[in-house]
């Protein structure tokens, strides 16, 4: 059973940078497309940002595009979202996810096709 442990929440101030990394058990972390998702109180979950499995591909969401950067580390199953000048709206519960059969560009914005998920890490950011 493949796990995806989060970390690196935290509560911070405006302007703040946070780096979240989410660590992957199993032999086939390579083989997987990964994305960052994120949930705030009374709001839909929404897409973040995600990783095609080398890591040659990338895609964010417009609400943090430039402020945000996902990068992995097949050799350490891992995967980070590393986000800087937080902002109160990024206040969240952030997820990572696997999806576990991409082509080989895929960083899909549709949770849906992701497989896999953490159990998330609280980003709170204040003003």
């Known amino acids: 059973q493949v796990q995806l442990v989060e970390s690196g929440g935290g509560l911070v101030q405006a302007g703040d940078s946070l780096r979240l990394s989410c660590a992957a058990s199993?032999?086939?972390?390579?083989?997987?497309?990964m994305g960052w998702f994120r949930q705030a109180p009374g709001k839909e979950r929404e897409f973040v940002a995600a990783?095609?499995?080398?890591?040659?591909?990338?895609n964010y969401a417009d609400s943090v595009k430039g402020r945000s950067t996902i990068s992995r580390d097949n050799a350490k199953n891992t995967v980070y979202l590393q986000m800087n000048s937080l902002k109160p709206e990024d206040t969240a519960v952030y997820y990572c996810?696997?999806?576990?059969?991409?082509?080989?560009?895929?960083?899909?914005?549709?949770?849906?096709?992701?497989?896999?998920w953490g159990q998330g890490t609280q980003v709170t950011v204040s003003s």
């Open positions: 996810a696997a999806d576990v059969s991409p082509p080989a560009s895929s960083t899909t914005t549709l949770g849906y096709e992701y497989d896999l």
């Open positions: 199993g032999r086939f972390f390579s083989s997987y497309a």
């Open positions: 990783i095609s499995r080398s890591g040659g591909h990338t």
